[in-house]
């Protein structure tokens, strides 16, 4: 009997809370290397991924790099200002 | 300075002269200096962009999370800081080679970044297009103000740790 893993089509999070977003915006000072580096040191990104995310913040003055829970944004937003990125948070928008 | 190189396995290491490190040390001291002070980010504008508003449109939510979490960014940038001044040779010394490991790479990628933070703040630098000269130079670099051409070069330190980081390694 072949093992099948069962995989509901829809997965429905349940969140106490709306979702939040981690922002992190454009800045005068931030090399854009180190952003890059931060993206991936502390999130794990990709390297195309945390320059993507980079150029987005570069070109569009922000980009939202993580979202989930307030609590866990929270978390994101403090280790940015500890690299010295300018983060903030807001409600995911749906 | 000669920029950062990879040292295999796990070190960079770059000259600075007696004159650079000594600068790095004062600078580093006065960024330990202004995050000690009992000064409120809403009375430094350093300090405010050292410990920003997480809520842009809520005052209250923003005072609240840095009651939560000012005391502890504040002693980690202070910590970087001794450490970055840690790093650096005897200013009395002969030698003139810094030598990081990765913990040491980290807290001098971030107190460099605190500083040049609080350097652009002082200088009143706001654009894009302000401060990153130091990636073309030009003649025209010749007579900046002092605190500009200090601003550059710490631009340049991290710039040269950065790629030294990811060159690949052994």
């Not at chain 2, 490190?21 to 960024?31: C, D, I, K, S």
């Amino acid at each position: 009997m072949p093992l099948t893993l069962e995989r509901p089509d829809t997965v429905e999070e349940v969140r106490l809370d709306a979702p939040w977003s981690t922002v992190v915006w454009n800045d005068p000072v931030n090399l854009m290397s180190y952003v890059v580096y931060v993206f991936r040191s502390y999130f794990g990104f990709s390297h195309a991924k945390a320059e993507r995310l980079m150029l987005h913040v570069h070109n569009d003055g922000r980009a939202t790099v993580a979202t989930g829970s307030r609590e866990e944004m929270e978390r994101h937003v403090e280790a940015m200002h500890d690299y010295g990125l300018w983060a903030t948070l807001e409600k995911a928008r749906s | 300075m000669m920029g950062f190189r990879c040292d295999p396995p796990n070190t960079l290491t770059a000259q600075f002269d007696p004159a650079e490190r000594q600068l790095l040390r004062e600078l580093a001291t006065q960024l330990i200096a202004l995050l000690e002070s009992a000064a409120a980010p809403a009375d430094d504008p350093v300090l405010a962009r050292l410990l920003p508003d997480a809520y842009p449109d809520d005052a209250d939510a923003s005072a609240e999370f840095r009651r939560f979490t000012s005391d502890g960014i504040v002693d980690r940038k202070v910590h970087n800081a001794r450490a970055l001044i840690a790093s650096l040779p005897e200013p009395d010394g002969t030698a003139s080679v810094v030598h990081l490991n990765p913990a040491a790479v980290s807290a001098w990628l971030r107190s460099l970044t605190d500083i040049r933070l609080a350097t652009a703040s002082r200088l009143g630098i706001v654009d894009d297009d302000d401060g990153m000269e130091f990636l073309n130079p030009t003649p025209s670099s010749d007579g900046l103000d002092p605190l500009r051409a200090i601003y550059y070069w710490l631009g340049s330190v991290q710039q040269s740790l950065v790629e030294a980081l990811s060159q690949p390694s052994g």
